[in-house]
């Protein structure tokens, strides 16, 4: 307990801003949502916007949106190394794609879900209107999501739906699922095969 209040003495006599990279371990366990809503309330008591009293979020190329937009269009002084990690952000490398948010619904549903834009973060404006469907009819070489390789296995506790994730993952039509990831979080659990 004196830990707490140290620290919230510290936070109250000093100027104090927020960076992120990723969330971090924050965001990875059960009620990971409580850190954030404290940050809000502590930022806000100190006058958010004020001098000194900001939420930075570092990450790559530039957020919220880079000037890379969709792979016809990518910005030439970005070096190669930079933008090939991050090009499933930037724009489909493929014809049939769904969103992160989609998943549940595309793996329970028997019928195509159509979305606008491709909800990745740094696609350009225009993306916003372009109509998407999952899956794509056969002959255009389209099909159900069969296997998950995931390295990011942390959907119950990032996104909506909770445990909607786990009984998706359980689902018949997933045949295989493989996590490289380095801690053993959420969907772990859920894999065939796991790669720390």
């Not at 006058?47 to 900001?54: D, I, N, Q, S, W």
């Not at 740094?122 to 998407?132: G, H, L, M, P």
Request: net charge neutral; aromatic share 10%.
């Amino acid at each position: 307990m004196w830990t707490i209040k140290a620290l919230a003495r510290e936070f109250a006599r000093l100027t104090t801003s927020f960076a992120h990279i990723n969330g971090g371990g924050m965001i990875r366990s059960a009620y990971s949502h409580e850190p954030a809503r404290l940050e809000v309330c502590l930022l806000g008591m100190q006058g958010l916007g004020g001098p000194g009293v900001h939420v930075l979020y570092i990450g790559h190329i530039g957020l919220p949106r880079a000037d890379v937009g969709s792979s016809s269009f990518l910005n030439p002084d970005l070096p190669e190394r930079l933008l090939n990690p991050a090009m499933c952000t930037i724009s489909p490398w493929q014809e049939q794609i769904i969103p992160k948010t989609l998943l549940v619904k595309a793996i329970e549903s028997d019928e195509p879900i159509s979305f606008m834009g491709t909800t990745a973060i740094e696609a350009q404006v225009k993306d916003q209107f372009k109509k998407y469907t999952y899956p794509l009819p056969k002959a255009k070489g389209g099909t159900q999501i069969h296997m998950i390789w995931s390295s990011t296995p942390c959907r119950p506790t990032c996104w909506n739906g909770g445990h909607k994730v786990e009984l998706s993952l359980q689902n018949p039509k997933i045949e295989f699922m493989l996590t490289q990831h380095p801690w053993m979080e959420n969907e772990c659990y859920f894999s065939t095969s796991y790669c720390p």
